[in-house]
Nanobody
Framework: QLQVVESGGGLVQPGGSLRLSCAASGFTLDYWTVAWFRQTPGKEREGVSCIATHEGDTWYADSVKGRFTISKDSNNNTVYLQMDGLKPEDTAVYYC?????????????????????WGQGTEVTVSS
């Protein structure tokens, strides 16, 4: 059974950093697209960042470009989201998702329905 489990959320002050982890089990992250989405109450889930693990292509939402970095650790079968320069508007529940890659990472990463394996989410709160 394919599973992804998020961890690393928490409370951080504005300008601070967090690193989220998405650990995969039941499959190896060799030929997948792994995405981070986030959701706040009353809003739709939105794509934050993606990585195509077989080729390393990445995508970032405009709101996080230059502040967030997605990466893959094959040894630990984990994808990370390094979040720096956090802002209060980054407060959300962050979800990891995975599925077989599409030709366009950018297009796939804006489509919630493109992903079948989802984690339970990890909460990030940015507040002073």
């Amino acid at each position: 059974q394919l599973q992804v489990v998020e961890s690393g959320g928490g409370l951080v002050q504005p300008g601070g950093s967090l690193r989220l982890s998405c650990a995969a089990s039941g499959f190896t992250l060799d030929y997948w697209t792994v995405a981070w989405f986030r959701q706040t109450p009353g809003k739709e889930r939105e794509g934050v960042s993606c990585i195509a693990t077989h080729e390393g292509d990445t995508w970032y939402a405009d709101s996080v470009k230059g502040r967030f970095t997605i990466s893959k650790d094959s040894n630990n079968n984990t994808v990370y989201l390094q979040m720096d320069g956090l802002k209060p508007e980054d407060t959300a529940v962050y979800y990891c998702a995975a599925d077989r890659p599409w030709p366009s990472v950018q297009y796939m990463c804006t489509m919630i329905q493109a992903f079948k394996s989802w984690g339970q989410g990890t909460e990030v709160t940015v507040s002073s």
